[in-house]
């Protein structure tokens, strides 16, 4: 009964270093969504994928790049870290992107850059 | 410019009285509000919703009003308990104007602490 599993749960950078973060669902939800969270904010979308092979950008998607490689997985690549992408990094699934459902979320990837 | 407000950061409540976190929006596409509960270190996870063209909704303790021409939602618990403390957030959906699909919009949220 997992839901939205991330990984890692936490990783620490240097300013520079590349890094992916991994989820995947097993709810069989068609659309996936990378989301942050900074101290004192709201989540904001970063990238979303309505289905398998289509991803689109969000509010926030500078710095980022996404790959969903199935129906089940959706990474998140940070080229070159920047301490301003330091953060708390959600992934969420929902099953139709098409209509008003609740979004599910995995437990989060705590990322300091230094 | 912040489209789903929510105003108190933090909010005290003894046990056993109601809690009322409060939601205010400025964008009138949005036609589905949610309210997601969230403990430290782990994922919000979805409480209740509400659709625009309803002003009432209810599932056991939790309660969700949303008053349209205000633009304004809150959530009511009844009674309220100390297991309830956790950050509650708003969010609010719409359709997105490119790609057709719905969206959420978070606010900020409001750290409830229910003492015993």
């Known amino acids: 009964n997992a839901g939205v599993t991330q990984t890692p749960k936490f990783q620490v950078l240097k300013t520079g270093q590349s890094m992916t973060l991994q989820c995947a669902q097993d709810?069989?939800?068609?659309?996936m969504y990378w989301y942050r969270q900074d101290p004192g904010m709201g989540l904001r979308l970063i990238y979303y994928?309505?289905?398998?092979?289509?991803?689109d950008k969000g509010e926030v998607p500078n710095g980022y790049n996404v790959s969903r490689l199935n129906k089940r997985e959706f990474s998140l690549r940070l080229e070159s870290a920047a301490p301003s992408q330091t953060s708390v990094y959600f992934c969420?699934?929902?099953?139709?992107?098409?209509?008003?459902?609740?979004?599910?979320f995995g437990d989060g990837t705590r990322l300091s850059i230094l | 410019d912040q489209q789903v407000k929510q105003n108190s950061p933090s909010l005290s409540v003894q046990e056993g009285r109601i809690s009322i976190l409060n939601c205010d929006y400025t964008n009138s596409m949005f036609d589905y509000f949610l309210w997601y509960k969230k403990y430290p270190a782990e994922g919000p996870t979805f409480l209740i919703s509400i659709s625009s063209i309803k002003d009432k909704n209810e599932d056991g303790r939790f309660t969700v009003f949303l008053n349209k021409s205000a633009k304004h939602l809150s959530l009511h618990i009844v009674p309220s308990q100390p297991g309830d403390s956790a950050v509650y957030f708003c969010a609010a959906s719409a359709r997105h104007s490119g790609a057709g699909s719905y969206q959420l919009t978070f606010g900020k949220g409001t750290k409830l602490s229910v003492i015993p």
């Open positions: 994928s309505a289905s398998e092979g289509t991803t």
């Open positions: 709810m069989n939800h068609n659309s």
């Open positions: 969420a699934s929902s099953r139709d992107p098409y209509s008003n459902q609740p979004q599910h």
